[in-house]
């Protein structure tokens, strides 16, 4: 440009478009990617991909097979070739096949959490982690509003039936390996109190555990149907009582319990919602039991775990009072209702815990 400044061409060099006199110098002369706006798109684009996938029964089918091509793959699904290798090759995209030439085959992420019957199995919660799908498309107006036209709150059952027989799997497991932190197994007799239970998976996995424990489990009653089945499939259902009702206003006896588990049931609540769970959990607890908070808490910068944030929005695009809360908050919230020796475990990967303990004498 005529009778503009020469600048030497590297940044660290320019004397005129430096940050006090032309805003951000390097992203003047070499535009940021477009990148994360190619990954929020692809986002959707990704998460129906693999929710295809799940309903037309290929991992599951592959997992029958062993190594097929899309040819032999569309004969036992019954579906067009070019359809099925299209969709077969995001999948693979998505690191969630594996594909040598025009072979495709199952790899260690989708046997162990895709088929139906692996170890760590997601199958059933894909279709419903991001609540109900038409919430999203609705989200300016639920900003707009500050709440969504269609929250779960209105019929809570309908939703967290499927939700809770999802995350069985993985709660049980994040309440097995809890035990190598805490050693729950270590109590004689324990006495669990598991709030908002769903099916059951902290209360079962603990009870498998513990062979002299006893446990109450607490839902809305048709959700509660659901962890009745499962303490029978899994042999501890001599040893539960099922308490139908509201976890802010059931009946608990007070000073009572060894442990108390609140599993992913405080995000929904709000912050004084929240709160009082975890006064409810102080009152029911004997002195020197310990309450289990299972949540996704983002950092306080909210920059550092994208995870527990976007379950924030997930929150907050479904239910009336969803938001999640960071881990500074939830220690302050444990420390004001009592409890003392907070510890924060992450029992596996993404599933973290904190542990806090009543005060045996009273504060
Ligand atoms: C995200 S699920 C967690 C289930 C289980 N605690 C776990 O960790 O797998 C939340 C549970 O809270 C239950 N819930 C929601 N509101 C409730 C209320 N007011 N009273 C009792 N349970 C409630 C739901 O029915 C659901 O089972």
Same mark, same amino acid.
Request: charged share 25%; net charge negative.
């Given at each position: 440009?005529?009778?503009?400044?020469?600048?030497?061409?590297?940044?660290?060099?320019?004397?005129?478009?430096?940050?006090?006199?032309?805003?951000?110098?390097?992203?003047?002369?070499?535009?940021?990617?477009?990148?994360?706006?190619?990954?929020?798109?692809?986002?959707?684009?990704?998460?129906?991909?693999?929710?295809?996938?799940?309903?037309?029964?290929?991992?599951?089918?592959?997992?029958?097979?062993?190594?097929?091509?899309?040819?032999?793959?569309?004969?036992?699904?019954?579906?067009?070739?070019?359809?099925?290798?299209?969709?077969?090759?995001?999948?693979?995209?998505?690191?969630?096949?594996?594909?040598?030439?025009?072979?495709?085959?199952?790899?260690?992420?989708?046997?162990?959490?895709?088929?139906?019957?692996?170890?760590?199995?997601?199958?059933?919660?894909?279709?419903? #982690?991001? /609540?109900?799908?038409?919430?999203?498309? =609705?989200?300016? &107006?639920?900003? @707009?509003? %500050?709440?969504?036209?269609?929250?779960?709150?209105?019929?809570?059952s309908a939703f967290y039936i499927p939700?809770?027989?999802?995350?069985?799997?993985?709660?049980?497991?994040?309440?097995?390996?809890?035990?190598?932190?805490?050693?729950?197994?270590?109590?004689?007799?324990?006495?669990?109190?598991?709030?908002?239970?769903?099916?059951?998976?902290?209360?079962?996995?603990?009870?498998?555990?513990?062979?002299?424990?006893?446990?109450?489990?607490?839902?809305?009653?048709?959700?509660?149907?659901?962890?009745?089945?499962?303490?029978?499939?899994?042999?501890?259902?001599?040893?539960?009582?099922?308490?139908?009702?509201?976890?802010?206003?059931?009946?608990?006896?007070?000073?009572?319990?060894?442990?108390?588990?609140?599993?992913?049931?405080?995000?929904?609540?709000? #912050?004084? /919602?929240?709160?009082?769970?975890?006064? =409810?959990?102080? &009152?029911?607890? @004997?002195? %020197?039991?310990?309450?289990?908070?299972?949540?996704?808490?983002?950092?306080?910068?909210?920059?550092?775990?994208?995870?527990?944030?976007?379950?924030?929005?997930?929150?907050?695009?479904?239910t009336i009072n969803g938001f999640t809360?960071?881990?500074?908050?939830?220690?302050?919230?444990?420390?004001?209702?009592?409890?003392?020796?907070l510890r924060l475990i992450e029992p596996?990967?993404?599933?973290?815990?904190?542990?806090?303990?009543?005060?045996?004498?009273?504060?």
């Open positions: 440009m005529a009778g503009a400044p020469r600048d030497p061409a590297y940044p660290e060099l320019k004397t005129s478009h430096t940050m006090a006199r032309a805003g951000r110098p390097w992203t003047d002369y070499k535009p940021p990617p477009a990148a994360p706006v190619w990954a929020a798109i692809e986002g959707l684009a990704r998460y129906y991909i693999l929710l295809a996938a799940l309903e037309l029964d290929i991992f599951d089918t592959l997992q029958r097979t062993g190594p097929a091509t899309a040819e032999r793959l569309a004969g036992e699904l019954d579906v067009p070739t070019a359809h099925l290798a299209s969709l077969l090759d995001s999948v693979v995209a998505l690191e969630l096949l594996d594909q040598y030439t025009d072979v495709y085959e199952l790899n260690d992420a989708a046997t162990r959490y895709l088929v139906t019957d692996g170890p760590a199995t997601m199958a059933g919660l894909v279709p419903v #982690a991001p /609540g109900p799908h038409e919430n999203w498309t =609705r989200l300016a &107006e639920t900003v @707009r509003n %500050g709440r969504p036209a269609t929250p779960i709150d209105d019929d809570p939700l809770v027989e999802g995350t069985f799997t993985t709660m049980y497991r994040v309440a097995m390996r809890a035990d190598l932190k805490i050693r729950y197994t270590a109590l004689a007799e324990p006495r669990i109190l598991d709030l908002g239970a769903g099916a059951g998976a902290w209360a079962i996995s603990m009870l498998h555990r513990c062979p002299d424990g006893t446990a109450v489990l607490n839902d809305l009653p048709e959700v509660l149907d659901v962890a009745r089945a499962k303490t029978v499939e899994h042999d501890v259902a001599d040893r539960c009582e099922l308490r139908p009702g509201d976890f802010h206003t059931v009946d608990l006896e007070p000073d009572h319990y060894d442990i108390v588990v609140l599993g992913h049931v405080c995000r929904t609540e709000g #912050a004084s /919602g929240a709160r009082h769970l975890i006064a =409810r959990a102080f &009152e029911a607890l @004997r002195p %020197g039991g310990r309450v289990l908070v299972a949540d996704y808490f983002p950092d306080p910068e909210r920059k550092f775990n994208p995870h527990a944030v976007i379950m924030g929005t997930t929150m907050m695009a479904s809360f960071t881990h500074r908050a939830f220690a302050e919230w444990l420390t004001d209702a009592g409890f003392e020796a596996i990967g993404f599933q973290q815990v904190f542990v806090a303990t009543k005060p045996r004498r009273k504060p």
